[in-house]
């Protein structure tokens, strides 16, 4: 749930009344040697507002990494997802993707 301390924040501001999201993942990790992949999803539902329509939204995730001992390793991470709109009027969704590189050194 979010919040707002004003009833009508209607300044460009993301603060809708209520923001519920239910969703159902699944995750699949592979592992050979010091090379590793896993694949993430979801799929379900969200609402923007007291009395709006549910709007679905997804996430596929996928990371790929190579370690180089116990606790070290780099990882290309990608993903993709789709968010509901926080507009009274239907608007569509917006779908933004991230890709990262993460570097874990341990001691």
């Known amino acids: 749930m979010m919040g707002y301390r004003e009833a009508n924040p209607g300044r460009g501001y993301f603060a809708p009344d ?3 999201t239910v969703e159902a993942r699944g995750a ?3 592992r050979r040697e010091r090379w590793g992949l896993r694949a993430d999803a979801g799929i379900g539902g969200q609402q923007v507002g007291v009395g709006n329509d549910l709007q679905t939204e997804w996430h596929l995730g996928l990371t790929v ?9 780099a990882a290309l991470v990608g993903s993709i997802t789709n968010s ?4 009274q009027t239907g608007a569509p969704q917006f779908t933004y993707w991230t890709v990262g ?5 341990g001691l």
């Open 28 to 30: 699949y990790s592979w």
């Open 84 to 87: 509901a709109a926080s507009s």
């Open 18 to 20: 209520r923001f519920t």
């Open 65 to 73: 990494s190579k370690g180089w001992s116990a606790n070290s390793e």
């Open 101 to 105: 590189l993460r570097v874990r050194q």
